[in-house]
């Protein structure tokens, strides 16, 4: 009788730091390829297609300027209700989602991850770019806000790449917690959004943080959000001065997510094919 034998597939990731990091240069067509293929498949067979994008942030400008224009009465710091709400719901929206996305990358992913090896960084990274695209198309929607409403930006503007910037780096920073983890803890598909929804009112997005009392406000700017959403404010609204030290504290907050994340994403990584 003739016994035939299977070689087992080993997938491992590369051990040291040094031959990890030249990967992802080397595996970039593979992270294009993800990030179109992502692109492609959210909005295959819709009606409107990437313009879903402007309807899920008009949408939650709607209900915001109703919950906090509207009911609660807040001041809007002599800018119209509108551009204050948009002007923080722009990053909010797009931290939400691509944090959504990020953290469900690898199970969404189980079926490569698990065939073939390549830095597995390169999944959530490709999410989160997905999400970036749509972020763009939106910013269109705010500039025919601001020829509506004659609201110019000055100089300030220019700033505005360094807030994208810091809402990217907490958006992965977070996000590679949140993937290593759920591959893990499935319990985190239901955290993830339960946290993001009390996040959407613990944060400036319906009303501006200056209301904070100034005693609260560095203990507010816990939260990095803060600082992103003020940021994005005074870029785009020529607002009044900004709260540097909140602004500070978002950048170091958001700069240890992404270290942490990265270090605990390498550390797992070698496990994510044998549990996912």
């Known amino acids: 009788m003739r016994q035939t034998q299977q070689a087992a597939l080993v997938i491992q990731a590369r051990g040291r730091t040094g031959e990890y990091w030249p990967e992802l240069w080397r595996y970039r067509e593979l992270f294009y390829f ?3 293929r992502d692109v492609l498949v959210r909005h295959k067979q819709t009606v409107i297609g990437v313009a879903w994008a402007l309807v899920k942030a008009l949408a939650t400008l709607l209900v915001l300027a109703v919950v906090f224009g509207r009911l609660a009465g807040m001041s809007s710091a002599g800018v119209p209700y509108p551009l204050l709400v948009f002007a923080a719901v722009l990053p909010w929206q797009f931290f939400a989602s691509a944090l959504t996305d990020c953290s469900n990358s690898l199970v969404a992913g189980a079926a490569l991850i698990s065939k073939i090896y390549f830095p597995r960084v390169i999944v959530p990274g490709s999410a989160v770019i997905v999400n970036l695209v749509e972020f ?7 500039g025919i806000l601001l020829l509506w409403y004659g609201f110019l930006p000055d100089w300030k503007i220019l700033t505005l790449p360094l807030f994208s910037m810091l809402a990217v780096a907490l958006s992965i920073g977070i996000g590679l917690w949140f993937a290593a983890l759920m591959v893990e803890y499935r319990d985190f598909r239901f955290i993830v959004p339960f946290a993001l929804q ?5 944060s400036p997005v319906g009303f ?6 100034e005693r609260w ?3 507010y700017s816990l939260n990095p959000m803060v600082g992103v959403i003020d940021g994005f ?3 785009i609204l020529r607002g009044d001065a900004l709260y540097y030290p909140g ?5 170091v907050i958001a700069g240890l997510l992404l270290a942490s994340g990265l270090w605990y994403f390498r550390r797992t990584e070698r496990t994510f094919a044998d549990i996912i």
């Open 34 to 36: 993800l990030a179109w």
């Open 136 to 142: 763009l198309i939106s910013c269109g929607m705010l």
């Open 198 to 202: 009390l996040g959407l009112y613990a």
């Open 208 to 213: 501006s943080s200056s209301a904070v009392s």
């Open 217 to 219: 406000r560095l203990l």
């Open 233 to 235: 404010r005074w870029a």
């Open 247 to 251: 602004v500070l504290l978002s950048f």
